[in-house]
Nanobody, 116 residues
Framework: QVQLVESGGGLVQPGGSLRLSCAAS????????MGWYRQAPGKQRELVATITRDGSTDYKASVQGRFTISRDNAKNTVYLRINSLKSEDTAVYYC??????????WGQGTQVTVSS
């Protein structure tokens, strides 16, 4: 069964940048659309960025222009570049299929904390 491992999070000052990675232990090529999710303390998990197999992207309005999702099908890895970090970006970030019907077991996520 495919496993997901997220990495790249950390403690960053407001305005900083991070690049998150999500490595799958098996092929994700057959998953049409992958996504990055985040879950802030006390809030539900939300989908913030998606990317199709051919590279088309879409973003939650609140992150548009600051988040960039990319995908390397050969490496079974999905990335999320986050620029101009804000305190409200503080959350645990996860990747998975964008469609619930294609979800695979969730990884442990990677913590992003934005604080001065």
């Amino acid at each position: 069964q495919v496993q997901l491992v997220e990495s790249g999070g950390g403690l960053v000052q407001p305005g900083g940048s991070l690049r998150l990675s999500c490595a799958a232990s098996g092929s994700i090529f057959n998953i049409p659309t992958m996504g990055w999710y985040r879950q802030a303390p006390g809030k539900q998990r939300e989908l913030v960025a998606t990317i199709t197999r051919d590279g088309s992207t879409d973003y939650k309005a609140s992150v548009q222009g600051r988040f960039t999702i990319s995908r390397d099908n050969a490496k079974n890895t999905v990335y999320l570049r986050i620029n101009s970090l804000k305190s409200e970006d503080t959350a645990v970030y996860y990747c998975n299929a964008a469609a619930r019907s294609n979800w695979i077991p969730w990884g442990q996520g990677t913590q992003v904390t934005v604080s001065s």
